[in-house]
């Protein structure tokens, strides 16, 4: 089997040649994080103040087997003491991995002629290795490429230009492709940009309603910003509504890897409506729930709606237990864990089950070394979470090496964690943490003044809060 390969511009439509195909975050706040150090900026409270961080990690939980969806629990320690303790629980829920079909990808490159030659350039390479990798693409795939403006060396350009007045802005080029009928087959859209220019809040929202009619027809359409200070509130709501995958392009992009999420994301099932039940057992009480932020507990127990769950993907809980004293057993089940779920491709709801044990020990030398590697990486996240918004009061009273220190701490506790474990995401954390640091000992050798860090601590934050 075949698959063709399109690249068009405004008036412009060109077959490139043909080649045999076969198979191969969405932005995290430590993206954001990434990206505006890479800006020469401070970041500010708001640019990692999502209340769901933990879900933005993957967490390696063992897929399923049987049913499409699977619950997995893990105390901090399986040893707790006799005579009461406090401990945390992760409840994480699991999926399968979806299966790639063949998928027709659709690059929207929005390149007015406005930008700036750095912003052209970057537009141009990415879409370059994209066509680079075609050949990635699972059997009798296709792939489009249009932009507002012919792209250099991504094809040969044809002769038969048909000259239009002006070029079009977003909302013309998004509209053209959001009102075009489509073939039959999975179709997903990734609009590429670089800089959208000065938008009015009605343009913002009417650029959001074009993207739910893409999800309307049963497509999807993503986002991947490359240019700077992305307007990531705004972006993410795009792609959201699109019911696409939004992501900010740092240096340490990597094509391959965003290429095939992108394509495994377009083949996922969409679980909706998820009904997460946490009972504790046994005398044990839920004595807070870390995250996400807003789950609470009602007589004891947490009862909550999980909205969406990318087939693929993972969600967790996190919550602190307070542990009685044993009474007779020498273990007890303390959490109980239902999940109901309708799935889709059997056209039926399920119902998913598990508890947790623990092991009562009256020697507390029995409760050491025996923490669980998935509750303490989780620990480190939000830990790195808090440090960075802590780190902002800090910076603000221009005590920079305190800041310094605060940065330098965490990141040694990440960096020993990801080696030990082989953890790449953590050594992201880690070589973030570290840039952050060595960016604020820039500061103070430059005697920056307050006007500056007022700007990106304090001014600049809309982009990330903005609401629609």
Sequence with gaps: MIKMILINNIGQSLMLGVIIGFLSACATSMDVVEKSLEEGDLVPEQAIATPDILNEYDHHLPAPRSQLLGVDIAFERTNVMATGDTIHAQIGISTQNPTVEATHLHILVYNPITLTADSKAKLQQTALSVQSLANTFPESSSLTIDAVNPITDLGDQTKNLIVQKGEPG???FLRSYART??????????LLLADHGELSRSEKRNLIDLANIFSVKSTMLSVVS?????????????????????VVMTERF???IWLKDELHYANALKLRDIKLRVKSQHGATIKTVKSPIGYYTTNNNIDRTIPELIQGKDHVVLVELDIP??????NDELIRVDVDYFDPAKRQYRTVRKTGQVQYVMDRNQTLNKDNNKVVRSLLI???QSVIQGIVPVVRDKRYYQAVAMLTKQQIKLNEYAQKHQDKELLRDALILSKYADHLYNYDEKMFQTMQIWHDLSWDTRRYTEKF
């Design 170 to 172: 977003l909302i013309q």
């Design 181 to 190: 009928s489509l073939s039959a087959g999975k179709h997903h859209f990734v």
């Design 226 to 246: 490359v240019g700077e200070s992305p307007h990531v509130a705004f972006l993410q709501a795009l792609s959201e509504k699109g019911q696409g995958r939004f």
């Design 254 to 256: 990597d094509m391959k």
């Design 325 to 330: 004293s044993a009474t007779s057993s020498s």
């Design 382 to 384: 939000m830990d790195t």
